[in-house]
T-cell receptor, first 115, second 113 residues
């Protein structure tokens, strides 16, 4: 079984709809992240969480919110989806590693299309 | 500010050619990690290598090799004797304290038979 899972894997929705993307991990890591990938831009950090009570904005948090329901679960919500949020979304997890930098393990990605 | 630049947007080679993907990074931190990831057409991110800032030894893994040079802030990736299965998008990334990853824009590698 995969260590980091994302649901759904693909989603098509309409402008204005509320969407939730879910991420679960079995690695026992404290830290979880949401990234967005657009063609030609690499991955950009949306939100990250270092533990259940710690939520932080990343580079591109506008239009998104998150919820850390448990150590193993981190959800990303689009309150009112718009077409330019069409992208590939990745969840990742890590421990604190050495020097505060741990390897990040990525989920398989969710392809979201907003019409 | 932390930044990763992959100047090569797309590279096309013929099978069995060697190819080098360039990565230049910027950071003021003395402790950081550099990564390479592969993204095949299926979309998942495949971890290739992690290198910390204190280890400048080059690394070879099969047909893959990495050249880390702090003096030029570069972490280049070479595929020897490329194969069609190497066709993918390759990302270089920088991780610094707080464990946030900064990605380059990626290089699309097309290997033709």
């Amino acid at each position: 079984d995969a260590d980091v899972t994302q649901t759904p894997r693909n989603r098509i929705t309409k402008t204005g709809k509320r969407i939730m993307l879910e991420c679960s991990q079995t690695k026992g890591h404290d830290r979880m992240y949401w990234y967005r990938q657009d063609p030609g831009l690499g991955l950009q950090l949306i939100y990250y969480s270092f533990d259940v009570k710690d939520i932080n904005k990343g580079e591109i948090s506008d239009g998104y919110s998150v919820s850390r329901q448990a150590q193993a679960k981190f959800s990303l919500s689009l309150e009112s989806a718009i077409p330019n949020q069409t992208a590939l979304y990745f969840c990742a997890t890590s421990d604190s590693g050495t020097s505060g930098i741990g390897e990040q393990f990525f989920g398989p990605g969710t392809r979201l299309t907003v019409l | 500010a932390q930044k990763v630049t992959q100047a090569q947007t797309e590279i096309s080679v013929v099978e069995k050619e060697d190819v080098t993907l360039d990565c230049v990074y910027e950071t003021r931190d003395t402790t950081y990690y550099l990564f390479w990831y592969k993204q095949p057409p299926s979309g998942e991110l495949v971890f290739l290598i992690r290198r910390n800032s204190f280890d400048e030894q080059n690394e070879i893994s099969g047909r893959y090799s990495w050249n880390f040079q702090k003096s030029t802030s570069s972490f280049n990736f070479t595929i020897t004797a490329s194969q069609v299965v190497d066709s993918a998008v390759y990302f270089c990334a920088l991780a610094f304290y707080g464990n946030k990853l900064v990605f380059g824009a990626g290089t699309i590698l097309r290997v033709k038979s």
